[in-house]
């Protein structure tokens, strides 16, 4: 028997309201709050969050020794190579998307937290 249930993920961020909306942008849904907490109502999936986080230092991608991914979003798009051109045009920047024959490849959203568009 679970103790718990998933409430939602949330990401520490400098700007909630700012990272909220690429994600909305990405997935869909609506932003809701202001200020220091930002929640992502995603249709049919899983909310997210994003909190304020002074001195915020996003994760180093891959770079176990020093400040790891921490965590990732694995989204998962019919067609990588439109996903890819929305996402970048979105702010997001790659960090490993050279093999081309890969199912995924690894972008950091505008705040640096590492995720991959999966054609799983």
Known sequence: MALATLGV?????PDPRALAGFY????????????DWVDLK?????????????GFVPPEWPRADHNS???????????????????LALGARPLDT?????TWRV????AGHPF?????
């Open 69 to 87: 991914q921490q965590f990732h979003l694995d989204l998962t798009v019919d067609d990588m190579d439109a996903a890819e051109q929305g996402v």
């Open 116 to 120: 991959c568009l999966c054609a799983c």
């Open 24 to 35: 909305a942008e990405v997935l869909g849904g609506t932003v809701e709050g202001d200020g």
């Open 98 to 102: 050279a093999d081309r024959s890969r």
């Open 9 to 13: 993920v949330v990401l520490d961020c």
């Open 107 to 110: 972008y950091a959203d505008p």
């Open 42 to 54: 995603v249709p049919g999936g899983q909310s997210l969050a994003f909190q304020a986080a002074s």
